[in-house]
């Protein structure tokens, strides 16, 4: 285990003491306060008011320790730990925040004085993240009235849901993180493990990444329909069919985060659900199933830098999803409407997955639009197995089915 980061940080000399934890929650109380901040934090919408992490606001953060960015700047760059190729485990800004948190355990016995310097810095950092995704993900802003109209159709799975506000969200998100029992709680207290602490790091970025993400999802499935407030129970035209216009804008939500977690190995394969599926199956590893969904990464970032993530292949006269986007999109909409037409209530998590399993297993199915996804399925197996029995094929293919299942329910 190396402790890179912390020998390099250790050479700062900084030490928390009661009169840094009251300038810095000063520091943060006047960055919530200052012109319309109050308005965006305590408000379920973004992109509808202005909030910014300003340059002054990085340099009055350095300041406060005596430090200035280029002096952070070239202690991160020389820490062998930190790969200065990924942006935000890079930025001195961002490491720096991770340090202080640990300094937090480290200096401050008092408990009181201790819970307010980090939920402070972690505040501060949340803020930077979140105010610089909402304004990259809504550079030209949002209309109020289509972005409330996301937010209302959203359930209670989502935090901005429970939580009522932005900032209320970002705080709970928070107290979880330099709870005891978080998962960063030991790499933050001990503060000698490089990896734990840039894991931290990362993990509380695609968290607040992740909540953005959703809700821009949303809002441009609500833009798309021409959806606005109290429209939640009106209904769309799709593919000739009657669907539930908060159900069409659930599904792009689904399709949106997979196309988006897919180029990413990190993002797209989760060990628990990877388990969950292998142990389905007789034929089926938990290492064969997880070098199919690397191989799918692959895929789709090859595809991704040859512009083919669309690509649709004819054979037999029925449609054939090569390209990944195309792929999910389908995959995700034809099967879910397969399950409704057969009067699944989508939000239960077992009944879809029983019904989805059944009839991809089937042999028998005439579904036109079940067909074309076993035969995209079939075409994506055979370049990515190495497989020759015909029966450990099927059964990757059908897990592979069934771990996108899985994890489309995260926005059901």
Not at 20 to 44: G, Y
Not at 93 to 113: K, V
Not at 252 to 269: A, M, V
């Amino acid at each position: 285990m190396s402790n890179t980061i912390q020998q390099a940080f250790n050479t700062l000399n900084l030490t928390i003491t009661a009169k840094l934890v009251d300038q810095f929650e000063a520091m943060v109380l006047t960055w919530e306060l200052r012109k319309t901040h109050p308005i965006a934090l305590n408000s379920q919408v973004i992109g509808c008011t202005a909030i910014a992490f300003i340059d002054e606001d990085r340099s009055r953060f350095f300041a406060l320790f005596g430090l200035t960015e280029r002096h952070l700047r070239d202690l991160v760059q020389n820490t062998s730990a930190i790969n200065n190729e990924y942006k935000v485990i890079s930025d001195p800004f961002n490491m720096l925040s991770i340090w202080l948190l640990h300094l937090g355990f480290r200096d401050l016995a008092d408990t009181t004085q201790r819970h307010r310097f980090l939920i402070s810095v972690a505040k501060y950092l949340h803020y930077r993240f979140f105010t610089s995704l909402v304004n990259h993900y809504f550079s030209h802003g949002a209309v109020e009235r289509t972005m409330q109209a996301a937010i209302n159709s959203l359930t209670r799975k989502f935090d901005i849901v429970v939580y009522g506000t932005w900032k209320a969200a970002i705080e709970a998100q928070c107290e979880d993180l330099i709870s005891t029992g978080n998962i960063h709680h030991v790499a933050l207290v001990a503060g000698d493990d490089d990896k734990g602490l840039l894991y931290t790091l990362t993990d509380v970025e695609s968290r607040i990444r992740d909540k953005i993400k959703n809700i821009t999802a949303a809002y441009y499935a609500a833009r798309a329909s021409g959806d606005a407030i109290g429209s939640r129970a009106s209904t769309t035209e799709i593919e000739g069919e009657k669907i539930l216009v908060h159900t069409s804008k659930t599904l792009d939500l689904i399709i949106y985060n997979l196309q988006n977690e897919i180029t990413t190995e990190r993002l797209f394969i989760d060990s628990a659900t990877v388990h969950s599926i292998a142990s389905q199956f007789n034929n089926v590893t938990e290492d064969m199933l997880r070098s199919a969904l690397k191989s799918m990464v692959e895929l789709a970032v090859i595809q991704a830098n040859s512009k083919q993530l669309d690509v649709i292949g004819r054979n037999d006269g029925r449609d054939t999803y090569i390209g990944m986007r195309v792929f999910l999109t389908n995959l995700i909409q034809k099967s879910y409407r397969y399950c409704m037409r057969n009067g699944v209530d989508i939000t239960n998590h077992a009944a879809v997955f029983l019904k989805i399993k059944n009839v991809y297993a089937s042999s028998r199915i005439n579904d036109e639009d079940i067909l074309s996804i076993k035969q995209s399925v079939t075409h994506l197996v055979e370049q990515i197995s190495t497989s020759r029995r015909e029966t450990t094929k099927g059964s990757l293919r059908l897990s592979l089915i069934l771990y996108l299942c899985v994890r489309s329910f995260r926005f059901l």
